[in-house]
Each structure stands twice: as structure tokens, then as C-alpha cells.
């Protein structure tokens, strides 16, 4: 099992900036990948970014490239997501996820979540 709390998450005007944080523990070792979701009010999980541990393979969804970063430091078992420019329709609550099989892209192929940290983009 890989445990995962997340942290960064609060109010931030339209336009601003915030960088998440996901640390993971337990067996890491397991997980080639980590991603990135996000869940807006009544809508469905949306895949955000993906990472890969060894390599640093980077993954985004459109709606964020250019302005989403994910990266992680192997040696603090830490994921980071720093966001730009960020918009009033991406208040949602970020979840970090460690992957278990399948596309990077999809939610089904992570086993282990953390409890989300919620993002407020309003002025």
C-alpha cells in the first residue's frame, strides 16, 4: 500500500498561482507513476498530470499544458503540482494518486488516492 497526503490547496484569484504537494510513503517502490486529478463540483474526476518516478516522463491534459507543472524529488517521496494562471473553472479538489496498471491518462489504472486538497480559484 502507498499512503498520500496532500497539501497546498487554498483560495487564489484568477490568474494567480499555487503549488501543490503530494507525499507519498509505504511501498512507493510500486509505483512507476504518479499522477494528478482534479474533481469539479457535479462533474466527473478529470485526469490532470502524470509523472514518472525514475525518469521524470511528464504527462498533461491539454486544458493545462503551458501552464501546469508536475515534478517530484525522488530522495522526499514528494510529487508537486505548481499551477499558473490559474481559472475560476478549475476550482475543484486535487487528488494525487499512485498508479497501478494501465493508461496514465485514466483514473481506473490508480490504486491508492490521497483525501484530496481543495483548490478555490475566485476573486
Known amino acids: 500500500q502507498v499512503q498520500l497526503v496532500e497539501s497546498g490547496g487554498g483560495l487564489v484569484q484568477p490568474g494567480g498561482s499555487l503549488r501543490l504537494s503530494c507525499a507519498a510513503s509505504?511501498?512507493?517502490?510500486?509505483?512507476?507513476?504518479m499522477g494528478w486529478f482534479r474533481r469539479a463540483p457535479g462533474k466527473e474526476r478529470e485526469f490532470v498530470a502524470a509523472?514518472?518516478?525514475?525518469?521524470?516522463?511528464?504527462y498533461y491534459a491539454d486544458s493545462v499544458k503551458g501552464r501546469f507543472t508536475i515534478s517530484r524529488d525522488n530522495a522526499k517521496n514528494t510529487v508537486y503540482l505548481q499551477m499558473n494562471s490559474l481559472k475560476p473553472e478549475e476550482t475543484a479538489v486535487y487528488y494525487c494518486a499512485a498508479h497501478y496498471t494501465g493508461t496514465v491518462y485514466s483514473y481506473a489504472a490508480y490504486a491508492n488516492w490521497g483525501q484530496g486538497t481543495q483548490v478555490t480559484v475566485s476573486s
Open positions: 509523472i514518472l518516478w525514475s525518469g521524470g516522463n511528464t
Open positions: 509505504g511501498r512507493t517502490f510500486s509505483s512507476a507513476f
